[in-house]
């Protein structure tokens, strides 16, 4: 079982920068693909970017070029930098990890709500 735990949501104007963290409850990140996924009402869940367990990374093109997904093996933590941010990145977004040989074992953080308004 593996939990997951998000933060560093907020509000934050137009133009801003966040960073989100996701403490994992263990040494998970050589066995996880790791990403970020975001939410808003009435629409899917969409992958942000995600980062496998050699630490290759992959973004949304909506995102690229503006957020960072990375690792800190140490803290068994994981963050996204989001730069530049805009209103439309306003949304909950949430932390996944997936056994990478197994990957219908996925397990989720709560979500942390990003709001982008000025």
């Known amino acids: 079982q593996v939990q997951l735990v998000e933060s560093g949501g907020g509000l934050v104007q137009p133009g801003g920068s966040l960073r989100l963290s996701c403490a994992a409850s263990?040494?998970?990140?050589?066995?996880?693909?790791m990403g970020w996924y975001r939410q808003v009402p009435g629409k899917q869940r969409e992958l942000v970017a995600a980062?496998?367990?050699?630490?290759?990374?992959s973004y949304a093109d909506s995102v690229k070029g503006r957020f960072t997904i990375s690792r800190d093996t140490a803290k068994n933590t994981l963050y996204l930098q989001m730069n530049s941010l805009k209103p439309e990145d306003t949304a909950v977004y949430f932390c996944?990890?997936?056994?990478?040989?197994?990957?219908?074992?996925?397990?989720w953080g709560q979500g942390t709500q990003v709001t982008v308004s000025s």
């Open positions: 980062i496998s367990t050699g630490g290759s990374t």
């Open positions: 263990g040494s998970i990140f050589s066995r996880y693909v």
């Open positions: 996944n990890a997936k056994f990478a040989l197994r990957p219908s074992e996925s397990y």
